[in-house]
């Protein structure tokens, strides 16, 4: 991988200055995205004849929320497999970061017309413009430092605070805004947010990333690009073949759609694989790194599958199940999505501190990796204690709930931070920005996974937590036993 520093000796943090520019421009990016979803779900359930403010919503029942709610998550991680293919074959990183900002605006923007036509327009966008932007700016933090640099682990593990320090200011804001004012002022918040992030982008880039990301590293012949495109057009209208047979047939339902997408979904990434383990002239070394990968992916995804919950079962159980009166105050639904960024903003700088600190000796990315699928797990175990007492019609304390976050934000930074460093470091030359957009799809994998268990299951919040908590705990003790052949496959990678 070629590493190019930026010219001005001043630091970020102890880091290149660089890092601020993908630090600020990351944190509105994220305040745009989880401002908006921390309202996704209920802005779907409300009445259409709902007061204002917040105003009328889609009405739409809790099943088929949660199943768009999924869908979306889902399909936001899996089209940065796309945007890192763009960026590594035809635009370069900081193309693709900038053209994704401005789309993802534009997405926000449609969203706080009050239609119904321009909410699904810009659902689409936005997750289109997160495919371009969120796997790139991953790619250029890593292009800040050499592949060996100790202080990269802790570089990554800075520009998370950044992600999630957005992600905490962002529901507050936007959660205020729609009790005051409505739906539609707090999506037009998010879209000014993601509006002033690529303006910084533009201008602190110009001082402080110098040539990084300006060319493809890899780019692709014509003959390439056509395949690649003939693909995606195949793909796209497969999907809608089949929802035109199935509306034909029986009758379109959301359920039929999101059910479609969920075969596509889970097919890309061993497509994607098997072409990856194909490609001509990779070492012995590069293919031994590929399969610690897969490993790492299939953790990833489970680990995942549990905790991008929190924007649907957790937030149902806290409206339905949770006491959230504070004397004369009932906390906003909303508000809760802000405490495990909260967390993470004060831990995350004492885990990079500790990485730091230990060096070569910190464990290893497999052993994180075990670790933060036991507390994923142990996290939803936690809750079958609440779930028992709600199911006597108990409000049960907000506590249990601040507990699991806690919980989830160490596993969290035993997986996030890590997963982003481990994905350029085991990457072929000239394929950082594919991996990261794979290390995304797991994501949108594990989403997909989630969504069709809770579909089965239902509403039943004690077999919802015991049946995901037993998987990642389960999945946790094969990672233990993995640690070591994990290790050896890496190759060198710690």
Not at 54 to 74: E, K, M, R, W
Not at 103 to 126: N, Q
Not at 135 to 146: C, K, R, T
Request: hydrophobic residues 55%.
């Amino acid at each position: 991988m070629t590493t190019v520093t930026a010219p001005t000796q001043r630091t970020f943090f102890g880091h290149p200055a660089g890092l601020s520019t993908l630090f600020f421009t990351e944190f509105w990016e994220r305040f745009s995205y989880y401002g908006m979803r921390a309202l996704l779900v209920l802005y779907l359930v409300a009445p259409p004849n709902g007061a204002t403010p917040p105003g009328p919503g889609l009405g739409l029942d809790t099943a088929t929320a949660s199943a768009i709610y999924g869908t979306y998550v889902a399909l936001v991680y899996l089209f940065p497999l796309l945007g890192g293919w763009i960026a590594d074959r035809m635009w370069g990183f900081r193309r693709a970061v900038l053209v994704g900002g401005i789309v993802i605006a534009c997405g926000h923007y449609s969203m706080a017309v009050p239609m119904e036509l321009t909410f699904w327009l810009g659902l689409l966008l936005i997750a289109l413009g997160t495919g371009l932007l969120k796997p790139n700016i991953s790619a250029m933090v890593g292009e800040l430092y050499h592949d060996h640099d100790a202080k990269r682990d802790a570089g990554f593990s800075v520009f998370y605070m950044g992600i999630n320090l957005g992600a905490f200011v962002a529901p507050i804001v936007t959660g205020a805004l729609m009790d005051n004012f409505g739906w539609h002022y707090a999506f037009g918040a998010a879209a000014i947010g993601m509006t002033i992030g690529v303006i910084q982008y533009v201008l602190g880039g110009r001082k402080t990333l110098a040539g990084i990301g300006l060319t493809a590293p890899n780019p692709a012949s014509p003959r390439e690009k056509r395949n690649v495109f003939a693909i995606l057009g195949g793909s796209v209208g497969a999907i809608i073949l089949l929802a035109l047979i199935d509306a034909w047939l029986f009758g379109f339902e959301i359920s039929d759609m999101v059910d479609i997408l969920a075969i596509f979904i889970l097919l890309v990434p061993i497509v994607y694989f098997v072409r990856m383990f194909r490609t001509p002239g990779m070492s012995k070394e590069q293919t031994s790194r590929l399969h610690a990968f897969l490993g790492l992916f299939i953790g990833a995804a489970i680990f995942w599958m549990i905790y991008d919950q929190a924007g649907s079962t957790l937030s149902v159980f806290a409206e339905e199940s949770t006491d959230l009166t504070m004397g004369d105050f009932t906390i906003p639904v909303p508000w809760l999505q802000s405490i495990n960024p909260i967390f993470i903003i004060i831990f995350a700088p004492i885990f990079a501190g500790i990485w730091s600190r230990l060096g070569e000796r910190a464990p290893s990315t497999p052993l994180k990796f075990a670790w933060a699928l036991l507390g994923i797990g142990i996290s939803f175990l936690v809750m079958i204690i609440p779930a028992l007492d709600a199911e006597t019609g108990a409000q049960v304390a907000v506590w249990w709930l601040v507990g699991v976050y806690l919980i989830q934000t160490w596993a969290e930074l035993l997986l996030s931070p890590i997963g982003l460093s481990a994905s350029t470091r085991l990457a072929p030359p000239g394929m950082e920005g594919q991996m990261l957009a794979l290390w995304f799809l797991a994501v949108s994998v594990g989403d997909t996974i989630g969504a069709q268990i809770l579909a089965r299951i239902g509403n039943d919040y004690v077999r919802v937590f015991t049946t995901f908590g037993l998987m990642a705990v389960g999945a946790a003790v094969i990672a233990f036993l993995f640690v070591p052949r994990l290790k050896r496959m890496m190759a060198g990678v710690h």
